[in-house]
């Protein structure tokens, strides 16, 4: 893990995305250059992390190895999109529902999620079996869609229909006429697992509707109409499902990525925290154990940060071990007490970096990222470095 002789301080690097402007490598690499550019005799050993949203995949494929496998898929709205698998050699596939669903695939304008399905989804997991994978492994995070996951078994052969025996058109309003399925999902006997740090019932206050569906585009009566609709389409998958488990609705991880969690458990599958599963993969424990800073970080550092996201694992962890945890990102809005409690020692904002929001703060940190990242990284070596 690290090198046996070491001559400065070792340092571990474990970001997450930055979303919109850095997958969580580069973030990585800028705080990195930022850091050498001051110190170049400490050690710094690098981690990108993910908790199942987008750069799931290739956190994993560079920590894991294995085959890359494009995939022609979907947007939320059908139109042609670019996917992938990764296919290790045990046998496991892994893929990210956002690069079928995701909300960024989609402008402002066309974010409803009365209307986005998650078919592409299935495409990927279909693509997945066809390879060999006898487990396949689901990066829940980032989705533009509220179907329940709908769409995606429909393409894997269950079609929903409506009491006429007519085939539902797609989106999450369309469920409030579901009645049966016709087919069944075709996975071959693999396994799916959901990869999410969402502990969200599928239905309810909590649910994929009411906490999610507005960010996705939806009005109040959109959320009640959605909420109503899974709540049909849940009561048709325990029924048609001989491997959904009863109480669909109530269980946690079902409302992660607009119900993707509900209907992966619903075909028999079960949900794994995303970021245990990465941090896993990874060899993160064994890294911390030996470190004497880690610095980790996101685009947005809220109070949601700190509810199972990447920071809140990191932090923790390094809390346990008595490690100082700097957190970078984009904009910082998380109370310093709160932070403390979760084990973070120092939090900087990129947009107070570049001068704070009255001066173009937030601008320059969405245009510059790297730059402000490689700032603040040789901020850190003359602060912490012995």
Not at 110 to 135: F, I, M, N, Q, W
Not at 257 to 265: E, K, P, S
Not at 351 to 376: D, N, T
């Amino acid at each position: 893990m690290w090198p046996a002789t070491l001559l400065g301080m070792r340092v571990v690097l474990c970001p997450d995305k930055f979303a919109g402007t850095l997958a969580a490598q580069e973030v990585a690499a800028a705080v990195a250059e930022g850091w050498r550019a001051v110190v170049a005799s400490d050690d710094l050993l690098i981690r990108p992390l993910a908790d199942g949203g987008p750069g799931f995949v290739a956190v994993l494929a560079d920590a894991l190895g294995g085959r890359r496998i494009p995939v022609p898929t979907v947007d939320p709205l059908g139109r042609p999109a670019s996917g992938e698998i990764l296919l290790t050699v045990d046998g496991t596939g892994y893929l990210e529902s956002a690069q079928a669903c995701g909300l960024h695939l989609l402008s402002a304008a066309e974010r409803d999620p009365k209307a986005t399905t998650s078919y592409g989804l299935g495409a990927l997991v279909t693509a997945a079996v066809e390879h060999g994978a006898r487990t396949v492994v689901v990066g829940l995070g980032g989705s533009g869609t509220n179907d329940g996951g709908a769409g995606m078994i429909t393409a894997l052969g269950a079609t929903p229909l409506d009491d006429a025996g007519l085939a539902l058109p797609y989106g999450g309003a369309a469920l409030a006429a579901v009645a049966t399925l016709d087919g069944a999902p075709r996975l071959r006997g693999a396994t799916l697992v959901a990869a999410t740090d969402v502990d969200n019932p599928l239905l309810g206050l909590h649910g994929a509707s009411s906490v999610y569906g507005p960010q996705k585009g939806a009005s109040r009566a959109d959320v009640l109409l959605l909420d109503a609709a899974l709540e049909r389409w849940a009561a048709v998958l325990e029924r048609e499902l001989p491997g959904c488990p009863p109480g669909l609705g109530a269980l946690p991880g079902g409302g992660a990525a607009g119900g993707l969690g509900a209907a992966i458990l619903a075909l028999g599958g079960r949900c794994e925290s995303g970021i245990d599963l990465v941090t896993r993969a990874i060899g993160l424990d064994a890294a911390l154990d030996a470190a004497d800073l880690v610095i980790t970080g996101e685009g947005s550092f809220d109070h949601q940060s700190l509810r199972g996201k990447v920071v809140a694992g990191v932090a923790g962890a390094a809390r346990d071990r008595g490690v100082p945890c700097v957190v970078l990102a984009g904009r910082v809005s998380t109370g310093r007490r709160e932070a403390a409690s979760a084990g973070v020692t120092e939090a900087y904002s990129l947009v107070e970096h570049f001068g704070g929001e009255e001066r173009g703060g937030i601008e320059a940190a969405m245009g510059r990222p790297a730059e402000g990242l490689r700032a603040l990284g040789a901020r850190l070596a003359r602060q912490w470095s012995r």
